[in-house]
């Protein structure tokens, strides 16, 4: 089984949504369920049938957090020059437009919050390199390149 790379923060995370989704959301999606049943026939009650949705996804949620925690390694910030997990990287890319991101584990990936995964085109790219080099990666609309201006860490 594959190993799921985490940071210390990450694995708190999952494990809070975890906790959440079974003591809280899974509370509320029962009493839904017994709400929607309490409308009477079920065949054409659209209440339960969302409630059985919610409960469907819930508890596939729960299903995969346990196994990912079952194959957790948490890494630590290694404090190098060099890009790892937990890196603060600001970029510059070829229209001298600057970002800047967070390298985490799949799992804590979240673009919104410019956080990349290790695996992403350009977590993968930058991964193992330090501040001053440029890096190549591929998107779907052909190569682009990125400067390293800075590398800090969290």
């Avoid at 089984?1 to 509370?27: A, F, H, P, S, Y």
């Avoid at 065949?43 to 996804?57: G, L, T, V």
């Avoid at 890494?75 to 060099?82: D, Q």
């Avoid at 930058?126 to 890096?135: C, E, H, M, P, Q």
Wanted: hydrophobic letters at 35%.
């Amino acid at each position: 089984m594959k190993k799921t790379i985490v940071t210390k923060e990450g694995l708190k995370k999952l494990q809070d949504e975890l906790n959440e989704l079974k003591t809280v959301t899974r509370v509320k999606v029962g009493d839904d369920l017994k709400k929607a049943r309490a409308f009477g026939d079920l065949s054409e009650n659209s209440e339960y049938d969302e409630a059985k949705n919610e409960q469907a996804k819930v508890e596939g949620r729960i299903l995969e957090l346990e196994e990912i925690l079952k194959n957790v390694e948490v890494v630590e910030n290694t404090k190098t020059a060099t890009i790892g997990f937990g890196s603060v990287v600001v970029v510059v890319d070829e229209s001298k437009k600057t970002a800047q991101y967070t390298i985490v584990g799949a799992a804590e990936a979240n673009f919104l919050e410019n956080r990349i995964s290790n695996e992403s085109p350009i977590g993968a790219a930058l991964f193992g390199k330090k501040a001053g080099d440029t890096v190549e990666f591929t998107t779907p609309s052909g190569v682009r390149a990125l400067k390293i201006m800075s590398v800090s860490h969290e």
